[in-house]
């Protein structure tokens, strides 16, 4: 009843203090905090201080934290009790002020170090080193955060990481309790000190870490700290395996492992691999109680990890050992659909080694930690090296049924519970992965048992496996266990073919590709035995295949052996070729790396062509051939079809087979289109240009159907515009027209009188035609001449070019015509009788231009051009041409009335009369009916003598004065009359005269 | 020396947890009982046909409804007086998950209960350092077990409680435990 009463008032005396509470303004907390200082101060009991602080702690944190300032300092003081629970309050009461208040870092860092340092309780001990874990953080944040350094901060730090470096030795200590705090604090220094990464499981949202801290920080070393936490990792890998640890202290340590894995996804792979060395080689001090406790833990931690999404790298070797740890593969499959999902959540950026922020230049990185993570690296491929051999030997029944018997009397008579608790049946017994985990099991034992040079007197108990590693692991216990049931299934099987367990010989790598190599060559050899077998398909194959796989010796003696004959072994060339490239494919598809030129299939192909070109004949096809079959084009191929276009005397096939492959394979257009371009505008750039149109030239010799005038202008106007800037070329030029047809001279005739004229009959190299004239370009020049001579004076260089030419035989009579104008007189009288022999439409461009030099050219500028001949001079010249020129004197001289005037034909005659021997041709002038009235002017004797040599003129005569008028008739002399009527040839000469009109 | 707080976990909060939770109390230990499950299932008509209560019903609540439902069937399985006895320990089932008190030891009395336990320590996200030891023993759930395990359970408390250093013992509290018993125990620490 009493007790009743007592509840009750309680109640009561709570519901006043409430009510009160509410009421109290900050003074009366004031008071009330004040007042329970001095009674805690004066308590005795550590029990009662306890009590009034816990009250004090109440008031100033969760009530009224503005008084937290002002009874710090009498709060700290207490740390000097004597109570160990009155220490561990007062380091909680720090814990919970600094939370509040991270400013307070500053106040809190000297009677915390205090409390850790001078103490033989080992609970206080572990109080500090938690509160240390809670503030290390606190403080980390709080200085991170400051942009600038003050001593005061580069103080609390310097003590911070003094603790730091004390709680980390504590490790050591002879306590656990004090250990596994130390070690959970290692966790903490590790998570704080990494960088978060992508992926992390974390919803905390208080998760500290280097993220924060900046790379240029002024008191914090960015990459001290972070190699800092480096060596603390590998110094909680090494303790977790190092066999030294109790069980106790193990199980937070792996704890500890698992949490930095999910929270720090860069030290992944590192932890994994820690635990799964754990796994396969438990400490052998653990009861058997511990081992199945153990593997209970590394199972649930690695059930939890299989969950996070950085797993998926290390899925294989997770499911490997969940399955050793007797997870079913559901379950695993379960876990992993947990990640996926959670991987959708997540975006996977793994790059978390790169610090957030520029690294400090010049930084002092602690070698430490990188020799640890070697020495990690390192030691997982000892592993799998051993374990390939170990499972070569697994694949043997003999070396099987040698361990079982091996092991067999070590096993209990009775199956022991313990085995029977933690016992799981292999589910996938005897099956290739299940041996590959058990040869990665046996590994890891040997391996560490290695390490530990720990000396089995047992070693001789497996024979078979001695020449892998001569220590045999002194537990075999689980595994042991495990291969007694794995046995049973595997013995049933049919044994496998394994090279090397039946070839005992241990061959050197020289030796072995010696022999590959000569093996190969025989292939090489073989090449009639395999097409008489109908295989000379499969040889092929396995020749490429193998060529392709092991490349080096085996490539260059197969390269070798295509350009024995590479005719006949272009198909060979070309099917390697193509499977290099099928595999460099395949390998771009696996990595999203863009393709480089350093692969097999580009070095292949680059020594292909480099064979090609060393090998083949400079103007050989099959160099176009094999450039048509590159499935994909390097650089390298790229350059050697432009050195083929550039070098001399492979130019033509050069650029022969770029124009192919332009235009058949699509992929090369840009490229080459490109350096075809770069060919013409850059080094060689004419003649480069030139050949190419020649190649054009020469392909519509070939196909002229296809070759339409069009296409050839087409060809011909990058060079036509390029001749005008360089009139080198103008040679090229030359020499092809010379072979081409004459299609293509039409054209080009048409084409060059614009690039021509640009060029000036001025330019040497012009001249310099003139004076070589190569065969058949003939027409080219005298095109070129009348190009020039159309509007305007030939130079007296050109003259004298052409004059030297034509006297050399080089050149034409024709192609003096353009020039008759600027020959000395002699010489177009010489040349005359030849020109007269030419065409009628030839003799009359001579005429004309003789005559009306730029009759058609009225604006020509320049100095007025004179004939070299007067016009009677010329009829004078023509009339001694002894051949036939009558049409020519009579349709050409005699109709141009203006020039040939009767004045100049009375001249002409009476020149002629006056020379020795009249010319044969003389009555040729005068016979036709414009000379009548120049005759009927002659004196009535010189008439006699005219009708004395051409008696039929007599009558024409005769006829031509009937016809005349009475009046004109009045202006002939009568003496002249009577001669015409009455005049008798005595010669008999008329009849010969007579056919000749 | 203070006590310690140790808190006993088993799926619903119903039967091995409360069996052990009244043994504790009554021997003097700070003990609290918790349910890791989702929800609180009790036995129903048929294995397929459970009850199932949510963790805010109150034991009252399932008693009264159970006896609404078949008050013979639930007395003679011994429902009703199980219920009739975790409503006089406390008012209603609790989720080991939502509770945020300390403890110093937490005993499960079942591997799926223990590996939740475990799951949820790890959710928490170990903020604050303070290890606790997680200790599970497998007790089959039925009546009988459950006063045995609840007997075992309060044996171990007492080991654990009676020692100086825990961190420093648990290891050889467990083994004797173990060896004495022949049971097996999963053992853990885990942190706040």
Redesign the interface.
Known sequence: MAAVVGEDNKRKNTAEMSSMDAKEDENSISDRVIELMNRAQLETDAKEKLVYLKQIQELVIMKDSALLDSFLDEMLAFQHEKSA?VQKFILGFLEEACKKDEFLCSKVVYPLAYLLYDQDN??VT?RA??CN??LYRIAFKFIATKKAASDDLLHIWEQFCDMKTYIISLTQHE????R??AL??CE?IVLTQSIKGGITT???P?DISLDMLSTTHPIMDFSKLKDEAKSILTFLTDLTLSHKI???NL??CV?SLA?IARMRPMHFGIIIACLESLNANLPPTL?K?QV??LR??LK?QFM?LLKNPVSIEYQSVLAAILSDLGVTGNEVVNRAKLRIKLNSLYSTDLDSERPPKKLRIGENRTSDAKITDIKIESGSIEINRTAEEIIQKLNSNETVVNLVFASIHRLPNRMP??FQ?CHTPIVSAGSKIQIAHLARLLATQMLSTDNSNIESSESDMMPTLRDVKSEYPRSIKIAGLKEKHSESTRSRKIKQFSLSSLVNYNMNIGEKQALSLSAFERMLKGEENAHHAGMALERIQVLVGLATQLRGEVANAFRNYIFEDIRGRFELACTWLTKEYLLSLAASSQSTEIKNDNDGYSQCLAEILKELTDKLDKEDKLFTHFCLEIPRFTSVAYKVIEDYSKNEGSSKLGLSTMYELILRRPVTKAPLMQKLLDLTVFENEQRRALENLEMVLQIGDNQSNQWSEDSIKMHMSLFMSLLPKNHVIIHNLANMYGKATSNVKRVILRQIEHPIRNIGMSSPELLKFFEQVPSGTETLLTRILYIFTDKSMPSQELIRKVREAYYGKKLDVRALIPIINGLEKSEVIGALPKLMKQSAKVVKEVITRLINPFSDVEESVGPRQTSPLTPSELLLALHQIEDDVKSAIKGFCLSEKSTFTQEVLAGVLQQMLERTTIPILFMRTITTPQSYPVLLQLPAHQLESVFQIAPSLQHNLRQHINLLTLNQRAHIPQSLLFTIENYVVENGKESHDNKET | MPKLDFAIVCSSNQNRSMAAHKLLSKRGFNVTSFGSGTHCKLPGPTPEEPNIYSFDSSYDEMYNDLTKKDKTLYTQNGILHMLDRNRRIKTKPERFQDCTVKHDCVISCDERVYDQVIEDFENRGNVNGTPVHLINLNIMDNQEEATIGAVLICELCQQIEECEDLDDNIENIIKEFEDKNKRTLYYHVAFY
């Open positions: 629970d080992v609970q572990k080193i938690q874990l809670n306590n656990t309790g004090v596994t705090s959970k604090y903490m974390s919803t905390k208080d109790n069980h106790t199980l937070p704890g949490i009861s109680s199945s406790n209970k833990h649930i939890t519970s313990i608790d």
